[in-house]
Structure formats: structure tokens, C-alpha cells
């Protein structure tokens, strides 16, 4: 993964991209157990970078075709590893961003998101397989509950915890 | 639930109790394992007939 975490901090050393911090199954595995995943999602903003008006993805293309690096779908190749860059699409995002926390993967300095942030995010989204992340967030006992319902409570996202809990933590063994 | 079934989960619950509590390092590599033996999975003759 180091070549992968050195190529995107040429980007950003390049400016193709301003802040960005590492969430979904790779995210969670600085809280939890590792978890099969076959990508990495990259959270990023253009905010800092200047003329920008609408999200344009194409310069991440470019500059991944200019470093020798395959573009395949929405991912880019870096490394091995299918990256997929996620813009900041609303304010949870843009807060999961802000308040993303430094640490070192392999002697690289990266930003990954809070656990409280990664699991609102995966409530969001909802798939089955972050409805197994959140119980493995919850069994590891990696939550702060008064900070991830502060976060649920400001985001909307109460309502779909509430249900969560209903369906999934209810009747547990 | 059975006592056989109940070790078992508890086994289970300590493997990954202990693989949580690992160094974020030895995380990654395992991570990196996990999606190679994946691929090969996903590349197995087995599983491109059930696709």
C-alpha cells in the first residue's frame, strides 16, 4: 500500500487534489479488524483549489495517465489498488474531512477518518456490507456514543439508527 | 444456542479481538492478503462458473 499512499501525496503535493482522508473498509481497519476489501476510498475536496466551480474528476485522470498509472472505470491504479476518489458531496463528508485524524501507514503520513464519522457514512450509505461494518465498529467497543449521536443527530441520520439498532442490535446473542 | 455453538463464537470473538489490537502495519499487510486471496477466488474456475 506504500506505493499507493505515495502516489496520493504526490497529488495533493501537485495539487490535482486539496484535503483528502481515507474512509470505507480501509479506513475502518485503523479501528477494527481488517476486513476484505478490494479498494480504497479516498475522500477528497477541491475547495482549495482555486477556479473551481464544478467538481471535474478529469484532472485526477490526467495526471494519473501522465504517472504511468491505468485509469479502469472510476478507479485509478495506484500501486495495485483500485482508488476510488469520492468528492465531498454533502456536510457529513465535508466534516468527516475536516476532522479526519493524522497518523502514519508504513512510515507515510495519511488523514483517516474518525471511527464515528466512518460509521455515520455507512449508515448513509447503507449496503449490507456496511451494516456489518457498523456491528464489527460496535463489538470492538471503537465507538464514542456521545460523539457518533451528536454526529447522527446534527447529519439527520438519528431516524436510521434508530432502525438499525431495531433490526440489527435487538435481538443479538 | 448450544455450549459447541457458543465456543465457537467466542473462539471467533477472541481471533478478532486479537487481530484488532494488532499493529496498524501488520493491519495493512493483512489487508493486502485478504484482497489477493479474494482475487484468487474471484479468479478460481469455481466461481466464474457460478457468475
Known amino acids: ?173 | 444456542m448450544n455450549q459447541w455453538m457458543r465456543a465457537i463464537l467466542e473462539s471467533k470473538r477472541r481471533e478478532r479481538a486479537r487481530l484488532r489490537l494488532l499493529p496498524l502495519d501488520e493491519k495493512i499487510a493483512i489487508l493486502e492478503r485478504m484482497r489477493d486471496r479474494a482475487l484468487a477466488i474471484a479468479g478460481s474456475s469455481l466461481a466464474k462458473t457460478r457468475r
Not at chain 1, 42 to 62: E, T
Request: one cysteine or more; proline letters at 3%; aromatic letters at 8%.
Open chain 1, 1 to 173: 500500500m506504500r506505493e499507493t499512499l505515495e502516489a496520493i501525496q504526490q497529488m495533493r503535493a501537485d495539487g490535482v487534489i486539496a484535503a483528502c482522508a481515507i474512509g470505507g473498509a480501509v479506513g475502518a481497519t485503523f479501528y477494527i479488524e481488517p476486513m476484505t476489501t478490494m479498494d480504497i476510498d479516498i475522500f477528497v475536496s477541491f475547495q482549495n483549489i482555486p477556479n473551481k466551480l464544478l467538481i471535474d474528476l478529469s484532472p485526477l485522470y490526467g495526471w494519473a495517465r501522465s504517472h504511468g498509472f491505468e485509469a479502469r472505470g472510476e478507479y485509478i491504479i495506484l500501486g495495485g489498488w483500485p482508488v476510488q476518489f469520492l468528492p465531498v458531496s454533502d456536510a457529513l463528508d465535508e466534516e468527516a474531512l475536516a476532522q479526519a485524524v493524522e497518523t502514519e501507514v508504513e512510515g507515510i503520513t495519511v488523514r483517516v477518518m474518525t471511527a464515528e464519522h466512518l460509521v455515520a457514512i455507512a449508515l448513509r450509505v447503507g449496503r449490507a456490507k456496511d451494516h456489518a461494518r457498523i456491528l464489527h465498529f460496535i463489538e470492538a467497543g471503537a465507538l464514542d456514543a456521545a460523539i457518533l449521536d451528536d454526529i447522527l443527530a446534527r447529519h439527520g441520520l438519528t431516524g436510521k439508527w434508530t432502525a438499525f439498532g431495531r433490526r440489527f442490535l435487538e435481538e443479538r446473542p
